[in-house]
């Protein structure tokens, strides 16, 4: 990132602590890992597309959208389920503080399903859905045929000795299909080949 670029992101960012208050600070990204989805986001071209795998409070989402350019559409896939329902709800509400709705499509679904019925091409898939090796699996496969060439695809949770599952996929696939782009924080980022 360039210092001009970081710059930007910062006083994007500094939107976001406005607002904090509304913001369940604790749950998802840290700021730091946050900053590298805004900048991953920034990289996406004009008219491009992001799908994140899960939202939860939208903390990584609202990161991402500030990141991305003024056209570029964020799906933010979440199924909603159980006590993360009323969560999304608040992930909604916060998105329209930030004034972000324009960017966010929220889908309600499972990322498999979801991905059954999507047409296009991706430029940047997050996952952060169900963090078991069997579902990650099932996430990528589901959306990685949508990854255009050069395209981004990030992960978090790698390198969390709770969640095993993600640093094996991330080294029996990932890091063979994917140039290696940064590990910060948890997140891992590679780039098509
Ligand atoms: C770790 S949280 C996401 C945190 C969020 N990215 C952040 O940084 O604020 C995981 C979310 O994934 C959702 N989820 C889990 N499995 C899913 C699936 N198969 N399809 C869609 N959403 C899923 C859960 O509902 C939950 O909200």
Known sequence: MTAGENKSMMMDIAKIALIDEHSIKHWGVTDEEGRHLGWLASQVPKGGL?????????RSTSFIAIGAKKD???YAVD????THYHRMIQAVEYFTKLDLMSKIKIIKGYSTK?????KGS????YIDGDHAYES????YNAWHPFIAKGGIVAFH???LPKYPGIVKFVTER?????????????VWSGKKK
Not at 122 to 125: R, S
Not at 174 to 186: D, L, N, P, V
């Open 122 to 125: 991706i430029d940047m898939l």
């Open 79 to 82: 199924c909603w389920e159980g």
């Open 72 to 74: 570029v559409r964020v």
């Open 157 to 159: 949770d790698h390198v």
């Open 174 to 186: 990932a890091s063979k299909e994917y140039e290696f782009i940064a590990q910060i924080g948890k």
């Open 50 to 58: 992001i799908v994140e795998i899960g939202t939860l409070y939208g």
């Open 114 to 118: 979801v991905a059954k019925s999507f």
């Open 136 to 139: 990650v699996k099932a996430d």
